[in-house]
């Protein structure tokens, strides 16, 4: 592995190509749904660019579909993927399998506070401050396997905004301001304590396959 301490470390946080329920306007939480064939063909767009990057270490969360996502890149890099269940998605509770139509009906009143940006909106969904706690320990402890190296980390859009904002410090309100990345794109964070003592910086956002990377980090 090509990690030095002398230079920041990149964490590349990348959402999992298309599914079926994604497709559907399906709330997914924690239901293991695998990629469909759009998804598949993302994922693969998505890791001959990502390769470029000479990442030196993969995390994935175990669910499928970002699994999945994550293998694409191993086969072109030989790395081994990392599982950590602590990348899920959100729990969503009672909504999980259910449209936004039928839940808006079967649960007006948890979808009304959901929709005015309630953290903990009931039908026993994770709070965001619970969901952000748990994936910025996976993203610290992902940054840890190789300390000035590059390691991409395959999640699920909601996992990764609020990880994003808990991993930057940044107050509760600014949640409804940060969008969710679309399928099979990435955001890219750097630590580097020359600049920032123990802290972090968001470097781009929404990165997909027609956007051109920075070449990789200097060895």
Do not use: F, K
């Given at each position: 592995m090509r990690g030095d301490h002398g230079r920041a470390t990149r964490l590349i946080v990348?959402?999992?190509?298309?599914?079926?329920?994604?497709?559907?306007?399906?709330?997914?939480?924690?239901?293991?749904?695998?990629?469909?064939?759009?998804g598949l063909a993302q994922a693969r767009a998505a890791a001959a660019m990502l390769a470029g990057l000479l990442p030196d270490a993969l995390v994935s969360s175990d669910l499928r579909r970002a699994a999945q996502t994550a293998a694409a890149l191993a086969e072109l890099t030989g790395l081994p993927v990392r599982p950590d269940e602590r990348l899920r998605e959100r729990y969503y509770g009672r909504w999980q399998g259910r449209t936004m139509g039928e839940i808006a009906k079967l649960f007006p009143a948890e979808h009304a506070r959901w929709r005015a940006g309630d953290p903990s909106p009931g039908s026993e969904i994770e709070s965001n401050e619970d969901l952000g706690k748990r994936v910025a320990e996976a993203l610290h402890a992902a940054a840890e396997i190789v300390p000035g190296g590059t390691v991409v980390v395959a999640a699920h859009g909601g996992a990764v905004k609020q990880g994003l904002i808990s991993l930057l410090g940044w107050p509760a309100e600014l949640t409804p301001t940060v969008a969710v990345l679309d399928n099979c794109h990435w955001i890219e964070?750097?630590?580097?304590?020359?600049?920032?003592?123990?802290?972090?910086?968001?470097?781009?956002?929404?990165?997909?396959?027609?956007?051109?990377?920075?070449?990789?980090?200097p060895a």
């Open positions: 990348w959402r999992h190509g298309n599914t079926d329920w994604n497709r559907d306007s399906r709330v997914q939480g924690q239901t293991d749904i695998p990629l469909n064939d759009t964070v750097r630590r580097d304590s020359r600049v920032n003592p123990g802290g972090w910086r968001l470097w781009s956002y929404n990165v997909g396959a027609t956007t051109e990377l920075e070449p990789p980090l």
